[in-house]
């Protein structure tokens, strides 16, 4: 019996009860990158798409990571897309809820709940070369579809450690991003597994109510004060009535985060940062040897550098404890560190982070030619402008391979107003396909690997998630993030293969 392809249409292939369903795009993740992605393709006209999460709502990070005290560590004004400001954030850094309300408002205002899929994860995408189009299997069915968009960001797969024993221990033990609703420790002997972007803000927030708190560093972060507070009623009265105050806001914000991403590529004014950082311990750690565990061995920003007011504070308190070593054994109810100390625990709480450069998701698609990415690349992913993939036509990827700077709402709505050029690009000369040429691609990423091998993240003496497995920067866009911008904001037709001739991209 031939295959059944439904026509275009708004409507997915389960609820047709059809086998396939054809669409013109199929957007992957419903977080901040799907999100724009969704708004993107609809202010294109382009209205015959879906939006694929396994999840059960938009948001992506902000919808799952629910934990005590989170929040973001990039000015609110700068974390939100700069065609939708939010003119009532209601403090400098917003919390974790503030942001996902402002997410929704943005769905609801451009009607994208009607294109999501939820529960629905993709299983694998190939390219047809018969169909011209991408084949996507998902966990609800299969679409054809004429573009490939992949929003799933870099917070969405969980690295979990290989600890002997986790897996028998008898209480709690969950991921910081899949937080049971309404726990908060209470009563309870906790221990944390790291000391990264979450466990900062997760310490703190257990404190108030937990028994106890062990706290298992495997190597300090640097940490820098954050300057936040809750808006006063004039300072939201201003961002509220006067347009230029949040836009000269958004500006200093922007300005800020180009001077510590100067640090990545000018090791000697990370230094100066680093004595920053020292400061921020000697003022806010009391005892003498906490300060030294908490102290890095590294220049600032060959790990990501957090912003907290909180976490030190925390750790002064009686009833915390920092084991500097990371846990390597669970007997029973204890959790046992490298140096031997161990803890008796009723819940473990694994704040590990996520997979950046070597995202699960490549290793999910396959070129035109077959190969799977993330065998073709061999631990070293590649991506044009971290946007475009050789032998991938009409494929995207929002947050890619170096594509990464100061906030994430930047980078993506640069990447989608490329997109958005290359939808006009097509439209324009009647194309079929666009794909990156591979030299072009391999050039860039020669460039970029090159600038980036004198970064502090390559050379700054640490262990980091920023290098690939063959040791180059997989990350960091080359540059400042205004550099992005300006490099994004026009698509570089002449660096593509462009074929074939159709009526519309619509």
Not at 4 to 16: C, I, L, N, Y
Not at 393 to 422: D, H, K
């Amino acid at each position: 019996m031939p295959e059944q392809v439904v026509p275009a249409s708004a409507e997915s292939a389960v609820d047709r009860g059809a086998e396939v369903c054809e669409v013109d795009a199929v957007v992957v993740g419903t977080g901040i990158s799907g999100i724009c992605a969704g708004v993107t393709l609809k202010r294109e006209g382009v209205e015959n798409f879906v939006m694929l999460t396994k999840g059960p709502e938009f948001g992506g990070t902000w919808q799952t990571n629910i934990y005590p005290g989170v929040a973001c560590d990039v000015p609110s004004q700068l974390y939100s897309f700069g065609f939708e400001p939010n003119k009532e954030w209601s403090r400098v850094y917003s919390e974790g809820a503030e942001i996902q309300e402002y997410l929704l408002e943005i769905v609801a205002k451009h009607g994208l709940r009607r294109h999501a899929r939820f529960g629905t994860e993709m299983i694998g995408a190939h390219w047809d070369a018969d169909q011209n189009r991408w084949s996507v299997s998902t966990s609800g069915g299969r679409y054809l579809s004429r573009f490939l968009i992949l929003g799933t960001g870099s917070h969405h797969a969980t690295k979990l450690p290989d600890i002997p024993g986790l897996d028998t221990f008898p209480g709690k033990i969950f991921h910081s991003s899949q937080w049971p609703a309404g726990y908060d420790g209470a009563g309870e002997r906790v221990a944390v597994l790291g000391t990264g972007a979450s466990s900062i803000q997760i310490t703190p927030g257990l404190a108030p109510t937990a028994r106890h708190v062990t706290v298992f560093q495997r190597t300090p972060a640097w940490i820098l004060p954050k300057p936040d507070w809750a808006h006063s009623g004039v300072e939201r009265f201003v961002i509220r009535r006067i347009p230029r105050a949040q836009l000269a806001l958004r500006g200093l914000a922007w300005l800020i985060g180009e001077v510590f991403l100067a640090s990545v590529f000018f090791p000697r004014f990370a230094k100066f940062l680093s004595l920053l950082g020292r400061l921020n311990i000697r003022f806010n750690v009391k005892d003498r040897r906490l300060r030294k565990a908490l102290t890095p061995d590294y220049i600032m920003g060959c790990k990501r550098a957090l912003v907290s007011n909180a976490f030190y504070k925390a750790l002064n308190l009686p009833h915390v404890d920092l084991i500097p070593s990371g846990a390597t054994e669970v007997r029973g109810n204890s959790v046992v560190a490298a140096d031997g100390t161990a803890a008796e625990v009723d819940t473990i709480v694994l704040a590990t982070g996520f997979y950046f450069v070597d995202s699960p998701d490549y290793a999910l698609i396959a070129d035109k030619n077959g190969l799977i990415l993330a065998d073709r690349w061999k631990g070293h992913p590649r991506a044009y402008l971290g946007t475009a993939i050789s032998g991938c036509p009409n494929m995207f990827v929002l947050w890619g391979p170096n594509a990464g700077t100061s906030s994430a709402f930047v980078l993506v709505e640069a990447q989608c107003r490329y997109i958005a050029g290359a939808l006009r690009t097509m439209r324009a000369e009647r194309l079929e396909t666009v794909e990156v040429r591979e030299d072009i691609e391999t050039a860039w990423k020669d460039d970029t690997d090159r600038l980036l091998s004198k970064s502090v993240q390559n050379i700054g003496g640490c262990t980091t998630y920023y290098l690939d497995a063959t040791g180059h920067n997989g990350t960091v866009w080359p540059g400042s993030m205004t550099g992005m911008v300006r490099t994004l904001w026009h698509f570089d037709k002449d660096s593509y293969h462009r074929e074939g001739a159709v009526q519309s991209v619509r």
